[in-house]
């Protein structure tokens, strides 16, 4: 198992920045993927961003502003959230996945954060 534990979020202004990050109790690389999810009140949770090995995916909407990135010293996954817009507001959540090739609905994952709050004002 492992624990996860999300922080950096707050409030910025539209075209801020911001840098998650998500902790993991144990080494993550060669055994999780990590992926970055977020969720809005009434939506589902969609897919953000996520790391394997050599491997990295986003999803559209963040192509080009968010940079997945992966300290294996600190057993922690990063999001950079640049050119943020108030589209961006959610809470994220990190998620753990079996090591592997990368996936991108929430229920193919097994471990989550306790999610942290972005909120980019206009």
């Known amino acids: 198992q492992v624990q996860l534990v999300e922080s950096g979020g707050g409030l910025v202004q539209a075209g801020g920045s911001l840098r998650l990050s998500c902790a993991a109790s144990v080494p993550i690389f060669g055994r999780y993927n990590i992926g970055w999810f977020r969720q809005t009140p009434g939506k589902e949770r969609e897919f953000v961003a996520a790391?394997?090995?050599?491997?990295?995916n986003y999803d559209d909407s963040v192509k080009g502003r968010f940079t997945i990135s992966r300290d294996n010293a600190k057993n922690t996954v990063y999001l950079q959230m640049n050119s943020l817009k108030p589209e961006d507001t959610a809470v994220y959540y990190c998620?753990?996945?079996?090591?592997?090739?990368?996936?991108?609905?929430?229920?193919?994952?097994?471990?989550w954060g306790q999610g942290t709050q972005v909120t980019v004002s206009s």
């Open positions: 998620a753990a996945d079996r090591w592997g090739k990368i996936l991108t609905t929430p229920n193919e994952y097994d471990y």
């Open positions: 790391i394997s090995g050599g491997a990295i």
